[in-house]
T-cell receptor, first 114, second 113 residues
Framework: AQSVTQLGSHVSVSEGALVLLRCNYS??????LFWYVQYPNQGLQLLLK??????LVKGINGFEAEFKKSETSFHLTKPSAHMSDAAEYFC????????????FGTGTRLTIIP | DAGVTQSPTHLIKTRGQQVTLRCSPI?????VSWYQQVLGQGPQFIFQ???????GRGNFPDRFSARQFPNYSSELNVNALLLGDSALYLC????????????FGQGTRLTVV
């Protein structure tokens, strides 16, 4: 079965610093990977997705992620953190090209220090 | 345009009771999925419906059931509630199955006491 592991349940960075949220996947076949963001008391919003077209994926709000097969990783980065980035971030994997039947990681809470 | 709407937003039930949660997809979306998000964890897939037929089911007991109506809205039913059913229940809709983005509602917060 496919799964994802997010390293670090809490990450704190200073405003303007690099954001790095880690995600490793376990899949016997090429995976379809996603990053979602969840703001307090809200649903999930898709940040970006990897569907094998390109290893470096750019998403919304300045976020990007790089698919590294050799490391089975799909880490999320943003060059300069903004206060509005404070939220919960989830990595997810899907068995097919779309984003159905998603399997989510346990999430990483990102705190931005002013 | 209205996004995915879920009702009610909050709900308190007693152990052993039954609950029905409702989801209205974005207009034109035919696929609806349900997820359970226990506090401090990621969402877990419960069901997917497309064109009123079940297209997938996660690892949940038979106490959980769902259906999709001709207007593509959906209901999630949970019988014989347990304390462990306390969670945020999320609904997501998409145009069709496959390579389309799923849009999530804000969820229904269910508390079982």
């Amino acid at each position: 079965a496919q799964s994802v592991t997010q390293l670090g349940s809490h990450v704190s960075v200073s405003e303007g610093a690099l954001v790095l949220l880690r995600c490793n996947y376990s899949s016997s076949v090429p995976p379809y990977l996603f990053w979602y963001v969840q703001y307090p008391n809200q649903g999930l919003q898709l940040l970006l997705k990897y569907t094998s077209a390109a290893t470096l994926v750019k998403g919304i709000n300045g976020f990007e992620a790089e698919f590294k097969k050799s490391e089975t990783s799909f880490h999320l980065t943003k060059p300069s953190a903004h206060m509005s980035d404070a939220a919960e971030y989830f990595c997810a994997v899907s068995p097919n090209f779309g984003n159905e039947k998603l399997t989510f990681g346990t999430g990483t809470r990102l705190t931005i220090i002013p | 345009d209205a996004g995915v709407t879920q009702s009610p937003t909050h709900l308190i039930k007693t152990r052993g009771q039954q609950v029905t949660l409702r989801c209205s997809p974005i207009s034109g979306h035919k696929s609806v999925s349900w997820y359970q998000q226990v506090l401090g964890q990621g969402p877990q897939f419960i069901f997917q419906y497309y064109e009123k037929e079940e297209r997938g089911r996660g690892n949940f007991p038979d106490r959980f059931s769902a259906r999709q109506f001709p207007n593509y809205s959906s209901e999630l039913n949970v019988n014989a509630l347990l304390l462990g059913d306390s969670a945020l229940y999320l609904c997501a809709s998409s145009l069709v199955t496959g390579n389309t983005e799923a849009f999530f509602g804000q969820g229904t917060r269910l508390t079982v006491v």
